[in-house]
């Protein structure tokens, strides 16, 4: 059994950073890891993947702002959130994808709250 644990979530103003960071338990080999976001009477989103790799893709309304990014001997995946907006206002949650023995799982997160507000 996998367990993410994520942090880094809080109260931010507009314009400001936050870095998000999910850990992954366990010896296992992820392969691609991604972060996602619902806010309040919203559909659950997909913000930002990467591949085991490094291949990056995001959802268009954070290019250029977040930037995410791994550490394969950590099982870790970070979310450097820069220029927030009122509209990141969601609770975040990362998802990892593991292979072994050539079955493929998903696993979550328990989401963590951003909150972008003056």
């Known amino acids: 059994q996998v367990q993410l644990v994520e942090s880094g979530g809080g109260l931010v103003q507009p314009a400001g950073s936050l870095r998000l960071s999910c850990a992954a338990s366990g010896s296992i080999f992820i392969t691609t890891m991604s972060w996602y976001r619902q806010g309040s009477g919203k559909q659950r989103e997909l913000v930002a993947t990467i591949t085991r790799g490094g291949s990056t893709n995001y959802t268009e309304s954070v290019k250029g702002r977040f930037t995410i990014s791994r550490d394969n001997a950590k099982n870790t995946v970070y979310l450097q959130m820069n220029s927030l907006k009122p509209e990141d206002t969601a609770v975040y949650y990362c998802?990892?994808?593991?292979?072994?023995?050539?079955?493929?799982?998903?696993?979550w997160g328990q989401g963590t709250q951003v909150t972008v507000s003056s």
């Open positions: 998802s990892v994808r593991t292979l072994v023995r050539g079955y493929v799982d998903d696993y």
